[in-house]
């Protein structure tokens, strides 16, 4: 079955500092990627798309400066949180669709990264 | 405006009795709606799809119906255990094939032995 990893799982950092977050699609390739954010009992939403070898489509509101997102591969995307604060604290999802669930969009997650900002 | 909702209150039932979710939408027409568990810490996973023109889909113990009339999808688990507490989550896609995923808030189910 598809596989999706996220890395790291966990993270904390101090304000002001950037992180990194890794998807990667294990055993199929993904031209696009789909990145989403989860706060406490609440829903996900939709930050960007992540498309291989272009610029990530972003949601409105959501800031490209802040969440930079690299899509170099066929199987890894990265977002960046970059000069992170506390309000940017949150659980961070990734997903792809290998290429037997694309007409049917059926998204493949990652198991999350939960940010802490100090 | 545009909304998906699911009841947000958690759903506590007896292990054995049927659990029933609802996912109600507003102003999308949706070609097809799907469901999802969330475990807590984890990440969606993938549970059923239906689309416009199915009135129900079954798999396992879990049935799905969706009614376009009422733009209303119910989520059924028979004969519940424990192990199916979770969040439970419908998604639509809000147009085209963007690939994109609208997500309801989720549904917290809680079986008790």
């Known amino acids: 079955g598809a596989v999706v990893s996220q890395h790291p799982s966990w993270v904390i950092c101090k304000s002001g500092t950037s992180v990194k977050i890794e998807c990667r699609s294990l055993d199929f390739q993904a031209t696009t990627m789909f990145w989403y954010r989860q706060f406490p009992k609440q829903s996900l939403m939709l930050m960007a798309t992540?498309?291989?070898?272009?610029?990530?489509?972003?949601e409105q509101g959501v800031e490209k400066d802040k969440f930079l997102i690299n899509h170099a591969s066929l199987t890894l995307s990265t977002l960046t949180v970059t000069s992170a604060h506390p309000e940017d604290s949150s659980f961070y999802i990734c997903?792809?669709?290998?290429?037997?669930?694309?007409?049917?969009?059926?998204?493949?997650f990652g198991a999350g990264t939960r940010l802490s900002v100090l | 405006s545009q909304k998906i909702e699911q009841n947000s209150e958690a759903l506590n039932i007896q292990e054995g009795k049927t659990a029933t979710l609802t996912c109600n939408y507003t102003n999308y027409s949706p070609a097809y709606l799907q469901w999802y568990r969330q475990d807590p810490g984890r990440g969606p996973v993938f549970l059923l799809l239906?689309?416009?023109?199915?009135k129900e889909k079954r798999k396992e113990r879990l049935k799905v119906t969706f009614d376009t009339t009422l733009k209303q999808s119910l989520f059924h688990i028979t004969a519940s255990q424990p192990a199916d507490s979770a969040t439970y989550l419908c998604a639509l896609a809000p147009s085209g094939n963007t690939g994109k995923l609208i997500f309801g808030q989720g549904t917290t189910l809680q079986v008790k032995p």
């Open positions: 997903s792809a669709r290998p290429p037997s669930a694309l007409a049917k969009n059926i998204q493949y």
């Open positions: 239906i689309r416009e023109n199915e």
């Open positions: 992540s498309n291989e070898g272009s610029k990530a489509t972003y």
